[in-house]
């Protein structure tokens, strides 16, 4: 069982936006901030987002970040057939004194 | 461009060690923190434990009475041990540098991974 809960499963079609919602508690997702990562099979995850709303190099501006309160989103606009993967979220817990991640959510492009 | 290489055996004896190795290439171990994560078949990431720059480790405390993280800056590796297995311990194993903890938590850079199954 995750400390943070993402919803198992998201679809959109080609040029759509689509969000991916991350819920946790006041001990982590409220007092810290987020990142994100994707996943396709058998690969390694790779760093999407960070510091809630931060993208690294190379990552497109088609993909964001939010946060409110105790829950985090990542949206994905302009869906492409190539954004098919998992997507996982993450942050500190101040309670645990450690990282805590989401289930992952697994992001269908119709 | 830091890179990451995890090794070690594919397949453990159920009650053994498991012992994995984690190659920093392209840049240092110092003066980062680093993670070690690991992925069931079909499942989610699970997080074993991270080191500090400064040598401090802290671990998942589902695993903590059988997990070892260390640093070995003079080559330039990480290592995992985990004592005990058992199949549950199954899965493939990534290091990761850490970007950021605390507040900013974040990882920027992961390994390919390797898998490690445990069976006699």
């Known amino acids: 069982q995750s400390v943070l809960t993402q919803p198992p499963s998201a679809s959109g079609t080609p040029g759509q936006k689509v969000t991916i919602s991350c819920s946790g508690s006041?001990?982590?997702?409220?007092?810290?901030?987020v990142s994100w990562y994707q996943q396709f099979p058998g690969t390694a995850p790779k760093l999407l987002i960070y510091n809630i709303d931060k993208r690294p190099s190379g990552v497109p501006d088609r993909f964001s970040g939010s946060k409110s309160a105790t829950s985090a989103s990542l949206g994905i606009s302009g869906l492409q057939s190539e954004d098919e993967a998992d997507y996982y979220c993450a942050t500190w817990d101040d309670t645990l004194n450690g990282p805590v991640f989401g289930g992952g959510t697994k992001l269908t492009v119709l | 461009q830091v890179q990451l290489q995890e090794s070690g055996p594919g397949l453990v004896k159920p009650s053994g060690t498991l012992s994995l190795t984690c190659t920093v290439s392209g840049g240092s171990t110092s003066p980062y923190s680093w993670h070690w994560m690991r992925q069931p078949p079909g499942k989610g990431l699970e997080s074993i434990g991270y080191i500090y720059y400064t040598g401090t480790t802290t671990y998942n405390p589902s695993l903590k009475s059988r997990v070892t993280i260390s640093v070995d800056k003079s080559k330039n590796q990480l290592s995992l041990k985990l004592t005990s297995v058992t199949a549950a311990d199954s899965a493939v194993y990534y290091c990761?540098?850490?970007?950021?903890?605390?507040?900013?938590?974040?990882?920027?850079?992961w390994g390919k991974g390797t898998t490690v199954t445990v069976s006699s």
């Open positions: 006041s001990s982590n997702i409220e007092s810290n901030t």
């Open positions: 990761a540098r850490v970007g950021a903890t605390g507040y900013f938590f974040y990882l920027d850079v």
